[in-house]
Nanobody
Framework: QVHLVESGGGSVQAGRSLRLSCVAS????????MGWFRQVPGKERETVAY????????YYADSVKGRFTISLGNLKTTVHLQMDSMKPDDSAVYYC?????????????WGQGTQVTVSA
C-alpha cells in the first residue's frame, strides 16, 4: 500500500505562484509514476502533470504547459508542482497520484487533495 500526503495549497492572486508537494510512504519502490490531477465541482478530475520516477519523463496538460513544472525529490518519494503565472481557471482541488505504470484517473493511489484558489 502507498500513502500520499499533499501540502502547499492556498489562495493567491492571478499571476502569482504556488508550490505543491506530495510525499509518498509505504511500498514506494514499485512506483513508476507520480503526478497531479485537479478537480472543480461538477467536472471530471483532469490531468495536470505527471513524471515517471525512473526516466524522469514528464507530461503536462496543454492548459498548464509553460507555467507549471513537475519535479521529483532526491529520494523519488516526493513530487513537487511549481505553479507560476497562475490563472483563476487553475482554481481547483489538486490531488497527488501515484501508479506502478502510467498515472491516470484510474490509478490506485491518491492523496486527500489540497485546495488551490486563484483570484482575479
Amino acid at each position: 500500500q502507498v500513502h500520499l500526503v499533499e501540502s502547499g495549497g492556498g489562495s493567491v492572486q492571478a499571476g502569482r505562484s504556488l508550490r505543491l508537494s506530495c510525499v509518498a510512504s509505504g511500498y514506494t519502490g514499485s512506483l513508476n509514476c507520480m503526478g497531479w490531477f485537479r478537480q472543480v465541482p461538477g467536472k471530471e478530475r483532469e490531468t495536470v502533470a505527471y513524471i515517471y520516477t525512473h526516466s524522469k519523463s514528464t507530461y503536462y496538460a496543454d492548459s498548464v504547459k509553460g507555467r507549471f513544472t513537475i519535479s521529483l525529490g532526491n529520494l523519488k518519494t516526493t513530487v513537487h508542482l511549481q505553479m507560476d503565472s497562475m490563472k483563476p481557471d487553475d482554481s481547483a482541488v489538486y490531488y497527488c497520484v501515484a501508479d506502478r505504470n502510467t498515472c491516470n484517473s484510474g490509478s490506485p493511489y491518491w492523496g486527500q487533495g489540497t485546495q488551490v484558489t486563484v483570484s482575479a
